[in-house]
């Protein structure tokens, strides 16, 4: 009877006794000349009962690798057969455990074998390795303490790869400790060996890094009618993350971020799946708490019958041990005994399952890992009631174990009662959202999903404006940024009704662009005094002194003012020019009035002394 392609459960502990793997295939050796002996034969056991053989292949003819055995390493010696000629490594399951033995090859081919290489010796021992927090979530700075536990060992040499920058692995306590300092995913292992025993365990460390700025807004020299939209995709950058995918299921929904550079076949494939609506509506239909969640599979057919999802082309296997099967990530199901064989089924690692699924079937390709509440979301799942069902599928009977059910009843599983996969789709890494806008008036702020749009206001001005984006994680990062909408004589002169900028309109003295310039209205003469420049005697109780006092537009970039004086009518000199800025040596006191500063320039003494002050102000326009 058929079963659904699924990643395989723990191996069972064999009871004692002795035997080799069926494939390898017997022959006889024949005294000739020999092919060259290998070399560099050693062996190491990843998991009970089993090692693992790599040599050298040192020949250009052999027919296949022999191996021998010698229980007790008692000195006689058992032929266990052959494997190929050109292969450099071979897994061999049933060793005793407890028993020392020894292993030797050589190489054979038509014209005889080579000499023995030199030999293993194999003691086995029933050890475990296991990692108390297999998922962690953690920030910068973060003091975490990660028990480990081995048993079967003695004394084991302990490595560990991919742990963040501050974490190291502490031999007295026997755990991984440290204070955080670099953020990311890290798929991390550890491993303990001794006397060729080998046991890995893996840790999924999120460290939550926020949304970063990578390209900080700056709005300056908006014009009455300017508008701007900004993609804030462009703005802010998940660094934790490559693309994003929602699945969304009837108990909720689990963000997920896919491994497209580690392996872009099997996102390519997933992806494919994805778009072509494929998982609309699939069944989650295995679910075993603390190992895996599994789904992408089947649909509910007509009646209480399924239907098999279409296969697409198998994908080749992206298994790395940089990579392995950490709780947290999601991985693809096979067809045992065949690597390549992933299509469209796929399942959540719940635990630490490297030591069993990263040295099966040439390893399962870990290819993506949840994001923000998703393993909850998962817990919900494996805590259904479950069962093992018979249904038709395609038309025939299959049995399916570990099926989890909203409920059960008498006739389950009922499409009523399934846990579905509603939909797959694309999600923006992050979302978006407007804070603040100190000054609506000045400038109108807008965001839609992923675009913020920004227009001129009613007046020109100043505002400041806050927008945050809030990753999948739910970490945020709020960017602040000032926007500044300018005013320009043609749009001044359209809303008052003001002619030309050398013309008088109002006849109270100022000329258009001065009322412009100075703040004031071409429809009434009655404020021309009060606008213009104006000589100011500052006294601070010692000394007194006289200053120049005048009004200038602040958001309007393409006017220049030149404020001059003069005691003799022959030669100006210059006080201060818009180009100068309210900075100036030569101002003396600034403040905001609104679209104006009002400034006070110092007058040098050699000419407020004189008898003769005389001020003079030119106004330069760029017109559209």
């Given amino acids: 009877m058929l079963t659904p392609k699924s990643p395989p459960k723990p191996p069972p502990s064999a009871a004692c006794g002795f035997s080799v793997l069926a494939a390898l295939i017997l022959v006889s050796a024949v005294d000739a000349a020999p092919p060259a002996a290998p070399g560099d034969f050693s062996g190491i056991s990843l998991k009970p009962r089993e090692v693992l053989f790599t040599w050298q292949d040192n ?96 004394q084991p040499e302990i490595n560990t790869r991919q742990l963040p920058e501050g974490l190291s692995y502490d031999p007295l306590p026997r755990s991984i400790t440290g204070t955080i300092a670099e953020s990311g995913y890290f798929q991390a292992t550890i491993t303990a060996t001794e006397n060729g025993n080998q046991r890995k365990a893996s840790i999924g460390i999120a460290v939550i890094d926020a949304p970063e700025i990578i390209n900080p807004i700056s709005i300056a020299g908006f014009k009455g009618g300017q508008a701007e939209k900004i993609d804030l995709q462009n703005v802010f950058n998940d660094p934790d993350t490559e693309s994003t995918v929602l699945i969304e299921t009837s108990l909720g929904n689990i963000p997920v971020t896919l491994f497209d550079t580690g392996a872009p076949a099997t996102t390519a494939n997933f992806k494919a799946y994805m778009n072509d609506g494929d998982w609309n509506n699939s069944i989650v239909h295995r679910a075993i708490p603390g190992f895996i969640v599994q789904a992408g599979g089947y649909t509910p057919g007509d009646n209480s019958d399924f239907v098999s999802v279409p296969d697409d082309p198998p994908v080749i296997n992206e298994y790395s041990d940089l990579r392995p099967n950490a709780c947290g990530t999601l991985s693809m199901a096979k067809i045992g005994g065949q690597p390549d064989s992933a299509t469209n089924e796929w399942f959540v690692n719940l635990a630490d399952n490297a030591q069993n699924l990263d040295f099966q079937n040439g390893g399962f390709t870990s290819f993506a890992r949840v994001l923000g509440n998703g393993m909850e979301v998962l817990e919900a799942i494996t805590d259904l009631p479950q069962g093992t069902f018979s249904v038709s599928v395609d038309g025939i009977d299959r049995i399916f174990s570990n099926w989890p059910l909203l409920q059960t009843s008498a006739n389950s599983p009922l499409h009523s009662e399934l846990a579905l996969v509603e939909k797959i789709t694309p999600v923006s890494p992050m979302t978006f959202e407007l804070i603040s806008n100190s000054h609506p008036a000045v400038a109108g702020v807008e965001i839609s999903e992923s675009s913020l749009q920004i227009s001129h206001g009613e007046v020109s001005g100043e505002s400041t404006v806050t927008v945050a984006a809030t990753d999948l994680d739910g970490a945020r990062t709020e960017h602040r940024f000032t926007v500044i909408t300018n005013e320009n004589y043609s749009s001044w002169a359209e809303n008052l009704g003001a002619g030309l900028p050398d013309g008088d309109d109002d006849g109270g003295g100022l000329l258009n662009a001065q009322e412009f310039a100075f703040g004031g209205n071409p429809s009434s003469g009655a404020d021309d005094r009060t606008r213009l420049p104006e000589y100011v005697m500052i006294n601070d109780g010692e000394n007194s002194s006289v200053t120049m006092e005048f009004y200038h537009r602040r958001f309007a970039p393409d006017l220049e003012v030149h404020i001059e004086a003069t005691s003799d009518l022959k030669t100006w000199l210059p006080l201060w020019r818009s180009a100068d800025g309210t900075e100036a040596p030569a101002v003396i006191n600034v403040s905001e009035e609104g679209d104006f500063y009002k400034i006070t320039v110092s007058i040098p003494e050699a000419i407020a002394d004189s008898r003769v002050l005389l001020l003079r102000s030119s106004i330069t326009l760029n017109l559209p």
Wanted: hydrophobic share 40%; glycine share 10%; aromatic share 10%.
């Fill in 59 to 154: 020949s250009e003819d052999e027919d296949g690798f022999e191996f021998f055995i010698s229980q007790n390493n008692n000195g006689s010696w058992n032929l266990l057969g052959q494997t190929a000629a050109d292969s450099t490594s071979i897994s061999i399951t049933g060793f005793p455990i407890g028993i020392t033995v020894g292993v030797r090859i050589r190489a054979v081919n038509a014209d005889g074998a080579s000499e023995f290489s030199e030999v293993y010796l194999a003691r086995l021992f029933d050890a475990s390795l296991t990692v108390e927090k297999p998922c962690l979530k953690a920030g910068i700075g973060d003091t975490v303490n990660i028990p480990v536990t081995f048993s079967g060992f003695q």
